[in-house]
């Protein structure tokens, strides 16, 4: 069955402080991963998509990374603001209809 | 662009009752899916269409109906709502899939259905 862990589940951070956020997945076969972010009470946001292929792609302050050999990714967050408050969601693509989300990480970016 | 909308934002509904959720898109996107959100799991794939007069079963489409008669439009229906149902429904579009499935899905504001 087809799964994507997130970790941490909820993660507490100070404005202006970076944050790594991560993923692993069992996803087969395996063609993109993606990272949304979901504000409260909003549809999900994609951040990025990153093909097999592709081990980096960043989107302004977010970058995320991926290791298609270990099964992970990363979200890594700079100088964190207190928008990014939010769940961070990855997400795992095996074909084009078939996508397995994660139950998201919850981030609150304290003043 | 209103992108993609969602009607209502949200309802309760009595065991047994039935509504229908609206989905409306304006990016002229053929692919347009329905999703449901449960606290502590991921998003979950109820039915989705690739154009219009199309549709086809997700990971969880029991209970559940859906139409698409106008390319714009995509419509989940529920016969008999049941307590189980009670969720947030997000309705996302994109455009023609290819074949890697890069595609990004814009998703609505979702709807927050209780069912009692």
């Known amino acids: 069955k087809n799964q994507v862990g997130q970790s941490p589940q909820s993660l507490i951070i100070l404005e202006g402080k970076n944050c790594t956020l991560q993923?692993?997945?069992?996803?087969?076969?395996?063609?993109?991963l993606r990272w949304y972010k979901q504000d409260t009470g909003r549809g999900p946001v994609s951040l990025t998509i990153?093909?097999?292929?592709?081990n980096t792609k960043s989107n302004g302050r977010y970058t995320a990374t991926l290791d298609a050999d270990t099964k992970q990714s990363s979200l890594h967050i700079t100088a964190s603001q207190l928008s990014d408050s939010a769940s961070y969601i990855c997400?795992?693509?095996?074909?084009?209809?078939?996508?397995?989300f994660g139950s998201g990480t919850q981030l609150t970016v304290l003043p | 662009n209103a992108g993609v909308t969602q009607t209502p934002k949200f309802r309760v509904l009595k065991t047994g009752q039935s509504m229908t959720l609206l989905c409306a898109q304006d990016m002229n996107h053929e692919y347009m899916y329905w999703y449901r959100q449960d606290p502590g799991m991921g998003l979950r794939l109820i039915h989705y269409?690739?154009?219009?007069?199309?549709?086809a079963k997700g990971e969880v489409p029991d209970g559940y109906n859906v139409s698409r008669l106008k390319k714009q439009n995509f419509l989940l229906g529920l016969e008999s709502a049941a307590p189980s149902q009670t969720s947030v429904y997000f309705c996302a579009s994109s455009y023609r899939v290819s074949d890697r499935g890069q595609e990004t899905q814009y998703f609505g504001p979702g709807t927050r259905l209780l069912v009692l």
């Open positions: 997400v795992a693509s095996g074909s084009a209809r078939q996508l397995t």
């Open positions: 269409s690739v154009g219009e007069g199309t549709t």
């Open positions: 990153m093909t097999f292929s592709e």
């Open positions: 993923c692993n997945y069992t996803v087969s076969p395996f063609s993109n």
